[in-house]
């Protein structure tokens, strides 16, 4: 009987945690503001209404202007972000970052959600994000329920990020495989610290005319400190705010941004 129990708790999956399915269902409803790539014209284009994210090396679409949506704008390349959500044992949200190899020839060293750029067979941003999580730490797509996808951001390189959010109900059934090539170190933290204004600081700067603010996020775990800055920043926030539906504590400092209707290839936000 005793070798019967065992075999059945090896073979029964865990339960899931209730938190964990009240916030899919929560977030299956969200529904991203339309791309600005889809606005129509308009000679004075503005911020949306509800002050959409414009940060550190990251300026989300829906608050970008209508202008690149011309014939001749200009049309980044498309990437997508993996926003990996598990409950710990104190029931806190927390989500899966990666230190980025120091070998790398864009943003090495820095830290990042798990993602890339899309590659040709890329269903749609769902998949990208999820590809890119395997190759990148080991995560099974099998582990993930995705449940959302935010709206689109603009990187330093001009690059139109994705964020997909999706939730690993069983932390301990995944076991990370990085990838040394891409992936230094991997670990997690609270989402809700991106709220918070404790251990953040911030530099003030100025891309197009349009003055922003740069987020710079100081965390210590297991002995080991990390700056989670810029594009991956904005996007926790964002996530974050989504998630626990209420704004930062902090000004994220959101301007009236113009794209110009091209750019060329060299351009990056400062």
């Known amino acids: 009987m005793r070798a019967l129990l065992r075999l059945l708790s090896m073979t029964t999956p865990p339960t899931k945690s209730p938190r964990l399915l009240n916030l899919a269902r929560q977030l299956r409803l ?9 606005i129509a014209d308009d000679d004075e284009p503005a911020v949306d209404a509800r002050g959409k994210v414009f940060a550190p090396l990251a300026v989300a679409e829906s608050a970008a202007p209508s202008a690149i949506s011309k014939p001749e704008r200009f049309v980044p390349k498309t990437a997508a972000v993996l926003i990996c959500l598990f409950e710990d044992p104190q029931g806190d949200l927390r ?4 230190k980025r190899s120091s070998n ?5 060293g820095e830290v990042s959600l798990p993602g890339g750029k899309t590659e ?15 190759e990148e730490i080991g995560l099974e797509p099998n582990l993930v329920s995705v449940v959302a996808v935010l709206e689109p951001f603009l990187s330093k390189h001009l690059l139109r990020v994705s964020p997909v959010i999706g939730i690993l109900y069983d932390k301990d059934a995944f076991k990370p495989v990085l990838n040394r090539d891409e992936v230094e170190e991997i670990f997690d933290a609270p989402l809700e610290m991106f709220l918070k204004d404790e251990n953040r600081r911030f530099e003030e700067r100025e891309w197009l005319d349009a003055k922003y603010l740069v987020h710079y996020f100081d965390f210590t775990t297991e002995n080991k400190s990390f700056v989670i800055w810029g594009l991956t920043a904005s996007i926790l926030i964002r996530a974050a705010s989504v998630v626990y539906k209420r704004p930062p504590s902090f000004a994220e400092q959101y301007p009236k941004f113009r794209l110009p209707k091209s750019l060329k290839g060299d351009d990056n936000i400062p």
Request: hydrophobic share 25%; glycine share 4%; no cysteine.
């Open 30 to 38: 969200y529904k991203a503001p339309p791309s600005s790539l889809d």
């Open 95 to 98: 989500v899966v970052l990666t």
């Open 104 to 108: 790398l020839s864009s943003h090495s």
């Open 120 to 134: 040709e067979g890329d269903e749609d941003e769902k998949e990208t994000a999820m590809r890119e999580a395997k």
